[in-house]
């Protein structure tokens, strides 16, 4: 397994995109949605652990990922804390984000609670901030939300001879598509500009 200075620092999801085309020959879009985050996980030489772990340390742990030098990244999910899929998604996405993105800093190790992976409540946290944003970019690029979500818009105006698709249907159609859940998809959508009660029509803004 490679070390963490093995890759390079990557500053958000379009560029570890970019950067697994060019180094491993891996278009993460090619046959997604849902991105193969594990996948991706397996590339950057990420080892990643599920094995319960039941101390006192790690009861409210989500996520961890340990970035030693000359060591590969270590990821441990909890899977008390993530037996829903879409959680395990964005859990291992979010400490990817921070495999890509904080290996420069002189913290080594990252542990996430609800609190830090929470959108509200790490808002002041920079570091777990950043890795909210990489993880929703990443399981739901733009350019994957404006072709799935069309396609979808389009399906259900043929099915109900409908001018309009209600949001919150929407929603529903595209977290399941993407395998995320409904609350992420709505924040990722509302995020790229796509408000209102009713779809029409979908780009990126």
């Known amino acids: 397994m ?6 390079p620092p990557i500053q958000s999801a379009a560029a570890l995109s970019s950067f697994l085309k060019t180094a491993h020959g891996y278009d ?3 046959d997604a949605p849902p991105v193969d985050v594990d996948r991706i996980a397996e590339l950057l030489g990420i080892c990643v652990s599920e094995e319960p772990r039941h101390d006192a340390e790690h009861a409210i742990t989500v996520g961890k990922i340990t970035l030693e030098k000359d060591q590969p990244a270590r990821v441990w999910i909890n899977p008390a804390e993530n037996a829903y899929g879409p959680r395990r998604r964005f859990t ?23 609190a830090t992976m929470n959108r509200r409540e790490s808002f002041w946290n920079r570091f777990e901030s ?8 990443l399981l739901m690029p733009g350019a994957l939300i404006t072709s799935a979500g069309r396609g979808i ?9 409908a001018e309009m698709m209600p949001i919150t249907v929407f929603v529903q159609q ?32």
């Open 28 to 30: 993460l879009n090619r």
């Open 153 to 161: 818009i389009d399906q259900f105006k043929a099915d109900n001879d």
């Open 2 to 7: 490679n070390s963490i200075d093995s890759t």
């Open 92 to 114: 291992l996405a979010h400490e990817i984000g921070h495999f890509c993105m904080h290996r420069s800093t002189n913290q080594t190790t990252f542990v996430d609670t609800k």
């Open 130 to 137: 950043e890795a909210n944003n990489f993880a929703a970019e």
């Open 174 to 205: 595209m977290a399941s598509r993407f395998k995320v859940s409904n609350l992420a998809m709505e924040y990722r959508i509302k995020n790229m500009g796509i408000k209102g009660q009713q779809a029409t029509d979908i780009s990126t803004t």
